[in-house]
């Protein structure tokens, strides 16, 4: 498998780089297009969706991220943040660079204020054949899926709402595995969607 | 379970403002500038601290009309930015009022008057997280072993000169290297000296970093100041009046931001310099007297 990169523009794209490390693969930073060449995976972080979305513009990083993924030759996982801009549409009407590799509608910030941000186990489907995972999942400020189209699997739901979708050589999430020191989402984000990327 | 407040929940979102700039605000219409040049969250004020500075008097926490009026003006236009509002040292009150009216982050601030000459908020007693300023590794850790879920430099608020700010990060970095070399049988000496508690000490020594984020604030007014922060190992760039007390705010909070985001690139840096009309006019801290020094406020 080759190098796996974290948008670095701005959120907590370090935590994400450790943890890919500990999951054993060469983890980068990337904050232009042609940084982006090198890997064949891409975690978008948390962190907020505004601004990442305006540096992204200003630096033709979505273009270039929807390029590589639409070419088949880049697996992307988003956290947080990162499920919103990979998702194809939010409620309400804002200006985001959302990429839309995952056909689902999200609701930004739909807990309230940082008060209401909390951690809490959820289950997830047979992560890398296991059978279902315990996982402690951390949620700040986060969105919430509202609604999946057709295509969508739901790996994990919080409340009745999911957590952990997937379409594709995407995977999104709205809570934090790396505010834990559970690495086997990124594994698992490494095996069945980065590892199906040709060299 | 679901747990809320908890420190992980805290810090949490203390890592999510990584790499982003915190901006002043006193109005509505700041605030929007500030989230559409990409402001990763903002600082909801009555007056930004060069004015605070100016009109003398007893600083407080912000009328809540202010915070909610800027909070509510960032939701009608749909931006969703953390809202963070200042309460005055050790007054919990304060701090209590700006929980429960849903603000996402508390500065625990020398900006204000103090309201405690000795002590601090107890901020584990809150679910919303605190950022609190320092200007050395000991004063870091004493906060953070009081709650903190996030560390900032003091610098010289108001001041728009860097020089504080500078001053500040390379001694809690510089003692965080020294920590490291140490060998374990002197760490308790090391956390009389500091005044820090033992455990937060020996974190720092096998971690070689704080167990929260340490963000830069005080003084910063130009990108090149906010890159220069982040090369000194700063994780986020707090700009206060910097933004606001200059001639072109939208252009400037923007460059901030690219500069944040490129630090390490003199080519955007470059870039993103020009043409952005006067900075801030600045006061040069060594020619201010020591008594009108924010940073010496706290303990």
Redesign the interface.
């Known amino acids: 498998m080759g190098r796996i990169g974290a948008l670095?523009?701005?959120?907590?794209?370090?935590?994400h780089i450790k943890m890919l490390r500990r999951a054993g693969v060469e983890a980068v930073e990337i904050?232009t297009p042609a940084q982006l060449d090198s890997v064949s995976g891409l975690v978008i972080p948390?962190?907020?969706?505004?601004?990442v979305s305006?540096?992204m513009r200003?630096y033709g990083l979505d273009k270039a991220i929807r390029e590589r993924y639409l070419s088949g030759s880049l697996a992307v996982y988003g956290t947080?943040?990162g499920m919103i801009l990979v998702c194809s549409d939010t409620e309400?009407?804002?200006d985001l660079a959302q990429l839309g590799f995952i056909d689902a509608t999200v609701e930004?910030?739909a807990y309230?204020?940082?008060?209401?941000?909390?951690?809490?186990?959820i289950v997830i489907d047979s992560v890398n054949g296991a059978g279902p995972m315990r996982f402690r999942a951390?949620f700040?400020?986060a969105p919430k899926v509202t609604r999946v189209g057709d295509g969508v699997k739901i790996l994990a739901s919080h409340a009745g709402a999911p957590a952990l979708i997937s379409q594709g050589l995407c995977l999104a999430g709205n809570f934090?595995p790396e505010?834990?020191d559970d690495w086997r989402l990124h594994k698992y984000f490494l095996d069945e969607f980065a590892a199906r990327i040709g060299d | 379970m679901e747990e809320k407040g908890t420190m992980r929940v805290k810090i949490g979102l203390a890592e999510m403002l990584k790499g982003g700039v915190i901006m002043d605000v006193t109005t509505p219409e700041q605030a929007l500038i500030a989230a559409e040049a990409g402001a990763a969250a903002v600082m909801a004020l009555e007056r930004v601290p060069a004015d605070i500075r100016r009109d003398g008097g007893v600083a407080r926490m912000a009328d809540p009309n202010v915070i909610d009026g800027i909070i509510k003006a960032l939701k009608e236009k749909k931006y969703e930015v953390p809202v963070m509002a200042k309460a005055r040292i050790g007054h919990f009150v304060e701090a209590q009022i700006l929980e429960a009216m849903g603000v996402d982050f508390v500065d625990e601030s020398e900006v204000l008057t103090p309201a405690d000459e000795h002590f601090h908020i107890d901020k584990h007693k809150f679910k919303v997280p605190f950022v609190c300023g320092a200007r050395n590794l000991g004063e870091a850790l004493r906060r953070i072993g009081e709650g903190a879920a996030m560390i900032r430099t003091k610098g010289e608020a108001g001041s728009g000169d860097v020089v504080e700010a500078v001053r500040h990060m390379r001694a809690v970095t510089g003692d965080i290297r020294r920590l490291t070399q140490l060998p374990d049988e002197e760490l308790m000496t090391e956390a009389k000296n500091l005044g820090a508690p033992y455990d937060l000490v020996k974190y720092v020594k096998e971690n070689g970093k704080l167990p929260v984020p340490n963000f830069a604030a005080g003084g910063i007014a130009t990108p090149a100041d906010a890159a220069l922060m982040m090369m000194l190992g700063a994780e986020a760039v707090f700009v206060g009046s910097g933004i606001f007390k200059s001639e072109d705010p939208a252009t400037r909070a923007k460059a901030i931001v690219d500069a944040v985001t490129h630090y390490r690139d003199p080519k955007v840096l470059a870039e993103v310099s020009r043409g952005l009309k006067s900075a801030m006019r600045g006061l040069d801290v060594s020619k201010m007297d020591e008594k009108d020094l924010l940073q010496t406020r706290g303990w």
């Open positions: 670095a523009l701005q959120g907590d794209f370090e935590l904050r948390g962190g907020e969706s505004t601004t305006r540096l200003r947080c943040m309400g009407d804002h930004r910030n309230g204020p940082q008060v209401e941000s909390f951690e809490s186990d951390v700040i400020r934090h505010l834990t």
